[in-house]
């Protein structure tokens, strides 16, 4: 399918070919789980605020909805495109597969730069997007969250404009919403909290100890700089952290607090913090330190730079952070890989409880979040840890391979309609 091709998707099928021969996947299943069940193109016409309407391209990917109704954020940003949404779907449903929600995968974005937009252009822009996607999504359908670009406050408006359609307040048919409206406890830290559940594993798994343990961080959005807060509050010291501007670096120890007031509440690019060196993200990805955490945006780790490589365990943040060239060699340098559809699946995860909230109309204490939230993270990270020893593959592929044999169990049993 030429319209999906791009190299993040080409990313997705290639990781997906490879577990399916390992597993020795019925050729038809193959066939059927490589392409989404269902994509969404929607052109997106926007006022703006001088008067001239703009159109944009939105996209909403369901890759399976055999376990249930699919599950996925949305992005704002200017590289989005139909396959790269699409890829991002089918590592949801092998996520939540992995996670055992009762959940397919999906994905959607809109091609902008929503910086570039003022506060009015970007509801405006997120009404019609919903609008526009309205007929495939639904708490028993298909249910968004926030990712890269999007937020809360874009979650009420996506919620706001559902609910006008069909004349009542229908809070689960979107996860990551405000407090007041239906959102959960936890759920803004829930990724980077997950990060750092499944690293505490990995720590004690290989023998390093937390008091001991260096954490150098790409990418300082939402899952970046909780996992950087939440590392450090754990013993952990967080010797770098970067943006898409380049980032800092301090041997000692970052002052994470310190650092976010500075950087969220002024404005401050990282590297202006003057609360250490300046380096390159690319620099950041060669430090020597115990955890390294990719958690920008996708293929940073590449043939190119993976052999520099320095760290004890990478942790993904972010979805689809290291290409396939670089996963062999990151295999073969003996770094404990944590993949991401493991690593980042605490977000969908609370947003899982978000939903089931929802529905009963009875909330949790952000206690009985984190502790759930650490029991289903911990429970996946020793079943995949247990799969790769016992088939003697890596990480990666015993996660892959698990969340892929629970959906092809749920298509087997379900069969083929008509």
Same mark, same amino acid.
């Given at each position: 399918m030429h319209e999906l091709d791009t190299p993040t998707f080409r990313l997705a099928v290639a990781q997906f070919d490879q577990a399916a021969e390992a597993m020795g996947l019925d050729p038809n299943l193959r066939e059927r789980l490589k392409y989404p069940q269902r994509s969404l193109v929607v052109s997106i016409p926007v006022r703006m605020d001088d008067g001239r309407v703009q159109v944009f391209t939105g996209y909403r990917v369901q890759h399976d909805t055999s376990r249930g109704p699919s599950k996925g954020g949305i992005r704002y940003h200017s590289d989005v495109s139909l396959g790269e949404v699409a890829a991002l779907a089918m590592w949801m449903t092998w996520k939540c597969a992995l996670a055992d929600l009762p959940y397919g995968g999906a994905k959607g974005g809109v091609t902008v730069n929503p910086k570039q937009l003022t506060s009015g252009e970007l509801q405006r822009l997120t009404?019609?997007?919903?609008? *526009?996607?309205?007929? %495939?999504?639904?708490?028993?359908? !298909? @249910?968004?969250?926030? !990712? #890269?670009?999007? !937020? /809360?406050?874009? $979650? /009420?408006? %996506? $919620?706001?404009?559902?609910?006008?359609?069909?004349?009542? /307040?229908?809070?689960?048919? #979107?996860?990551?919403?405000?407090?007041?409206?239906?959102?959960?406890?936890?759920? *803004? *830290?829930?990724?980077?909290?997950? @990060? @750092?559940? #499944?690293t505490l594993e990995a720590l004690r798994h290989l023998d390093l100890d937390i008091q001991k343990a260096t954490v150098a961080i790409q990418g300082f959005g939402n899952v970046g700089a909780h996992t950087a807060r939440i590392m450090q509050e754990c013993g952990a010291r967080v010797i770098a952290v970067s943006d898409v501007g380049g980032g800092i670096y301090n041997p000692k120890g970052l002052d994470i607090p310190l650092l976010l007031s500075r950087y969220k509440e002024a404005g401050t690019p990282l590297g202006e913090t003057k609360l250490g060196d300046a380096l390159s993200n690319e620099e950041l990805l060669q430090l020597d330190c115990t955890v390294l955490v990719p958690a920008a945006l996708s293929e940073q780790i590449t043939g190119r730079n993976a052999s520099m490589l320095r760290c004890k365990i990478l942790a993904e943040g972010a979805n689809g952070p290291t290409t396939l060239e670089a996963d062999r060699i990151v295999q073969d340098k003996g770094i404990f890989v944590i993949p991401d559809i493991l690593a980042n699946s605490g977000g969908v995860i609370v947003s899982y409880f978000e939903w089931v909230q929802d529905a009963q109309r009875f909330f949790w204490k952000a206690s009985d979040i984190q502790e759930r939230l650490h029991d289903l993270m911990t429970a996946a990270f020793q079943r995949t840890l247990q799969f790769a020893e016992t088939r003697r593959t890596s990480m990666r592929m015993a996660a892959l391979m698990s969340g892929i044999d629970k959906v092809a169990q749920a298509h087997q049993h379900r069969g083929l309609y008509p």
């Open positions: 009404r019609r997007y919903a609008a *526009e996607i309205l007929p %495939i999504i639904g708490p028993d359908k !298909d @249910v968004p969250a926030p !990712d #890269v670009g999007t !937020d /809360a406050q874009v $979650m /009420a408006w %996506i $919620m706001d404009t559902y609910s006008q359609q069909v004349g009542y /307040a229908v809070p689960g048919v #979107v996860t990551g919403k405000p407090l007041s409206i239906g959102g959960s406890l936890g759920r *803004e *830290e829930a990724t980077g909290r997950g @990060v @750092v559940y #499944v």
